[in-house]
Structure formats: C-alpha cells, structure tokens
C-alpha cells in the first residue's frame, strides 16, 4: 500500500500547473474526507437514508434553520 507522503505527490503531480496552495489544500481535504467515509463503510459504521434524513431534519431544527 503506497504511503501518505507518494498519494499525496500523486494527488499534487494530477492537479493542473496553475493550482493553488488553497486548490492543492482543498483536494487534500476532500481526498482525507472519502477515505475516511470509506473506512467507516467498511467498519459498519454507517446509517440509512431514512436515519440520515432524520438526523438532519433534528440538526436543522437545533440549529433554528427548519422553517417547515
């Protein structure tokens, strides 16, 4: 399995040449997030749509945003 440090050279050698430090940091984030969401697949760790939408409906409503 290829180290963090060659996946990352890789990431930034697929990027275009004009790229950003805020471009480059921006696909190391999104990069760490998939694979993060892939592992916790993996462990089970994971919920249905219908739970999903749940927990969202109760963070909106937490958060004073649901206007329904």
């Known amino acids: 399995m290829p180290k963090v440090k060659d ?5 930034i050698k697929s990027l275009p040449d004009d ?3 805020e471009d480059i940091h ?3 984030y999104v990069r760490e ?6 592992q916790a697949a993996e462990e089970g760790r994971v ?22």
Do not use: C, M, P
């Open 26 to 28: 921006y696909h190391l």
């Open 47 to 68: 919920v249905n749509q219908e739970e999903a939408e749940k927990r969202v409906e109760e963070w909106l409503k937490s958060s004073g945003r649901n206007r329904r």
């Open 7 to 11: 996946k990352v050279i890789d990431l």
């Open 33 to 38: 997030k998939v694979e993060h969401g892939i």
């Open 19 to 21: 790229s950003t430090l």
